[in-house]
């Protein structure tokens, strides 16, 4: 594949978010193939894109692959990267990036040695509003960073192999840490199950080098739908409230707090809401796994962010 080549990818597990990379790779023209154990989905989520349906074995035999995704069941998420790393290709795999943080590190070092691109799929990093968020922490606006809290809410999805924690806390977990610039030095994981005997609900405490404290909330068994990502700084605060319509999404506040003797005058400003552009994030994420593999370049969610995802995990667990 020269730079100036597209490169073709195929997509591996045709489940929801399966269907998803397939028709969102299909719009932008690089889909070469789609697999699954089940042929017959394959071939019709292929069909209207021009891609053929094959089983996962003929996708590793394909010189004409260039890159994977895998949307595949967790547990079989290394073992499918490593066989396409194997076969020289690049991969993009949904998160989780395995479901241990030796798996993922082995992952890692052999996309490395091999020179491959490895992305995990942490779509929020690409959210605009996230994006937004970032560019304001960046020009000042927030002033020192202290906290950040996150709150993903909601009744289901229910697996007998895949905690809430596993299943929703990633995608919190990725966003803190590159706020925070790196991994916790400290980890505290307090967590219940109420329904079918493992996790539920729990919470996650993170403690950074940097003096940055964070908590995020999880939970599969609750009554209401939170999607709620918080930012607290020395001069404001900001919400992205994701069950906002786009105008109100992502709010800004000033405050301002002054000691006064034994009392303390303090101030909140009206929320600010940040002008969004909606964008649909899976597309801007695929389309960064596409230009690094076209450039070069290290992805923003690469595998070492997948591999501390997992530690945190790990920690949080026990």
Not at 18 to 41: C, F, P, Q, W, Y
Not at 242 to 253: E, G, N, S, T
Request: glycine letters at 10%; charged letters at 20%.
């Amino acid at each position: 594949m020269t730079q100036s080549t597209s490169p073709r990818l195929a997509v591996i597990g045709c489940g929801y978010w399966g269907a998803n990379h397939v028709r969102t790779l299909g719009e932008m023209g690089v889909l070469h193939a789609v697999s699954d154990v089940h042929i017959e989905r394959a071939e019709m989520l292929a069909q209207p894109y021009g891609a053929k349906g094959v089983m996962p074995d003929e996708v590793f035999a394909d010189a004409a692959v260039d890159a994977v995704v895998l949307a595949l069941p967790a547990h079989v998420h290394a073992e499918f990267a490593l066989r396409a790393i194997a076969d020289g290709k690049h991969v993009f795999v949904e998160k989780p990036l395995s479901l241990s943080s030796a798996d993922g590190a082995h992952v890692v070092e052999q996309a490395a040695t091999a020179g491959k691109v490895l992305m995990t799929g942490h779509i929020l990093c690409y959210h605009n509003a996230f994006v937004a968020l970032r560019e304001r922490i960046a020009a000042g606006d927030l002033g020192e960073i202290r906290y950040i809290q996150s709150h993903r809410l909601g009744f289901g999805k229910f697996h007998a192999r895949f905690d809430a924690l596993w299943d929703l806390a990633p995608h919190d977990l990725s966003m803190i840490m590159t706020l925070a610039g790196g991994e916790p030095e400290r980890v505290q994981g307090v967590h219940r199950g109420v329904s079918i005997g493992t996790t539920d609900l729990a919470h996650v405490h993170l403690d950074f080098a940097s003096g940055v404290g964070a908590h995020l909330h999880v939970s599969r068994h609750s009554p209401y739908r939170e999607r709620r990502f918080t930012v607290i700084g020395s001069k404001g605060m900001a919400v992205w409230d994701d069950l906002a319509d786009w105008p109100k999404k992502l709010a800004f506040y000033r405050h301002s707090i002054d000691p006064k003797g034994t009392n303390w005058d303090f101030s909140l400003s009206d929320p600010d809401y940040a002008p969004l552009e909606p964008n649909m994030a899976l597309t801007d994420e695929l389309q960064h796994f596409v230009d690094c593999i076209s450039t070069g370049a290290t992805p923003q969610t690469d595998g070492r962010q997948g591999v501390a995802v997992l530690r945190v995990l790990e920690k949080a667990g026990k």
